[in-house]
């Protein structure tokens, strides 16, 4: 700082001090607050807001969109997913026995729902998460349709409908459920909040052998009448008929059942 | 009560009257800190667009109390292989050094706890207690952040110490006195436009930039500078030892800027009507050089009306704070505004910029007044302006 510089850098020094203090002054004084109280008040999220992945619903027939296709376990980079499924054999279908994501490691980075091919899960608003217990956190299937049923709508079932290019992550907004979309109009769907201590019924091929025998045939009725009914005439006689549900679990676990791809 | 008090011995005078300021000091000081700090934080938050503490109390105005209850229940951590003596006392001397400030301020006509006839060179020297204490902590704490923080603190304050006391000799040439309310007297004769912040306005700045320094505020804050040191000489304090830093760093904000108010803006003096007209009269008179008879008029006038009543001491009380928050507001408003400097150009601007400046303030305010005094007495009839402002430095 030379002396001819002496004066000169002490006032533009000054100057630039002032005109921040200005600025900071109109800050304080005239701009209001942008805090949002938040467990009084909760701001809206943005549209590519990216909460819990959740299960959408066809509202149209009331079936779960997913297809067990375990490309969202593939892509899931923290290995949190994890689906398990048999093969229905009369429908050579895969039926989705559980589809659980920890929501303790998620990392909420959207990769599942870019690799669904059928346009079955979806980055759900909800962010509210926190449970006091962390074995909790684990979101079982009725959890994820359940989160989903808001993001659901009655599709009509076209050969593109399951190959849409729309982005999956814009489907927050074409959405167009409505109240009357949004109700469990087919009955397994949006069961209330578990309670302390719930004890979740086990899944067919997760049952003691000796149980099996009497819980399969209930499920079998319950959830596959019609699967039912088209086999009987096939099937000579009765005994036949009742034994083959019966069959069907001795013969799963070593065939088809345990792909619990992405262990945690 | 009065006869009482007199009736007592000196020596249970002495200890009585000294136990009652200390508390009174002490209670003052705790009271600033609960303000500054919620100033703070409040003042941050709309500077940010934000609302600041808002949960405890009315709009949160309470919480500073709370802050002080979570601290004083808060574990306390000791490191190992600390020197442990230092580490002990360095935030109580620190403490004890910022309550000592105001212990000199003169809230109004003789309403001041102890009327040192040193006063400025006891802030200096009190002020040397409160390196000494963040070096203390620094070197005591055995971790490097706290060294390297106290090492800037140290030197920083060293330097500063001496372009402040510089900045003052200015208002000491004018007054004629060390004594704090000798000068504040001396502005109150003076009126409210010859308080000595308009003629020594060049001391005044750089007091301003030298105290911010001094109190280790932002721009300054090298000695605990988050980003680059933890938290510098108290990294590795806790709980109530830390709170005695933090209360040390606002009681002392609140005792410089009180002493600030005191020095340039007259202290217990307010604008009032009667401060205003005896301004006004001072500078018809050209302050003493150029007497005429309108601004004598005008002169005893604005004295008469602002002498010196009970009344008064609660209006100085009013005016000394009203002006020691402004100061407050002024440092946090800086603190919230500018970036912090390096090491080497606050080492440039305190010893090739303020120093020259101060010691340039002091010969500016000897000259002035050197021909102020010479031309005192002259018979000028035709008094211009520029003349009569010759004699703000009378």
Known sequence: ???????????????????????????????????????DVRDEVPPWFRGIPVLKT????????????????????????????????????????????????????????EACPFDSLVMGYDYELSKVDPENLVFEFEDLLRLGLKYSKAEDPGPKASRSTTPPWVFHELTNATEDDIQDVHGYLGRPPLPKGYQPELKPQFRKQEEAPEAKPAAEAATKPEAKAEAKPAAESEAKAEAKPESKPAAEPGSTDGEGAGQP | MVAWWNSLPPTVQVWLGGILKASFILVWGLLNFAICLMLERKLSAWIQNRVGPWRVGLWGWIQPIADLIKLWVKEYIQPNNVD?????????????????????????????????????????????????ATFMAGWGSNNKYSLLGAMRGAAQMISYEITMVMSVIGVVMMA?????????????????????????????????????????????????????????????????????????????????????????????????????????????????????????????????????????????????????????????WIRWTLPRVRIDQLMDLGWKFLLPVSLFNIFLTGTLRYVAVAFDGLPISIGSFTMRLLGWWL
Request: proline share 3%.
């Open chain 1, 1 to 39: 700082m030379g002396v001819t510089n002496f004066v000169g850098e002490a006032w533009r020094t000054g100057k630039s001090i002032v005109t921040g203090m200005k600025i900071t002054f109109q800050e304080m004084m005239f701009r209001p607050a942008i805090t949002v109280f938040y467990p």
């Open chain 1, 58 to 113: 066809d509202l149209r027939t009331g079936e779960y969109k997913c297809t067990s296709c375990l490309q969202c376990a593939q892509a899931c980079p923290v290995n949190v997913i994890t689906i398990e499924w048999h093969q229905d054999p009369e429908t050579k279908k895969k039926v989705n026995d559980r589809f659980a994501i920890d929501m303790s490691r998620c990392m909420l980075c959207n990769f599942c729902v």
């Open chain 2, 84 to 132: 442990r003596w230092l580490y002990l006392i360095a935030p109580f001397i620190g403490f004890i050094s910022a309550n000592l400030v105001w212990l000199i301020v003169p809230f109004g006509d003789k309403l001041i706890a102890t009327d040192l006839e040193i006063g400025i060179i006891f802030i200096a020297a009190v002020t040397g207690y409160d390196v000494i």
């Open chain 2, 176 to 332: 004629g006195s060390l004594k704090l309310s000798d000068i504040v007297l001396a502005q109150q004769e003076r009126g409210f436009l010859g308080w000595f912040l308009f003629p020594q306005v060049i001391g005044f700045i750089v007091y301003l930039i030298a105290s911010l320094a001094e109190l280790n505020r932002a721009p300054f804050d090298l000695a605990e500078a988050e980003q680059e040191l933890v938290a510098g000489h108290h990294t590795e304090y806790s709980g109530m030892r830390w709170a005695m830093f933090m209360l040390a760093e606002y009681i002392h904000l609140a005792a410089w800027s009180a002493i600030a108010a005191t020095l340039f803006l007259g202290g217990w003096s307010g604008p009032t009507l009667g401060q205003v007209a005896a301004g006004l009269g001072n500078v018809l008179n050209g302050f003493g050089a150029f007497v005429n008879p309108v601004g004598s008029a005008v002169l005893n006038w604005g004295l008469a009306v602002s002498g010196s009543t009970v009344l008064n001491w609660i209006a100085g009380v009013f005016w000394l704070v009203l002006k020691t928050y402004f100061f407050v507001f002024l440092a946090m």
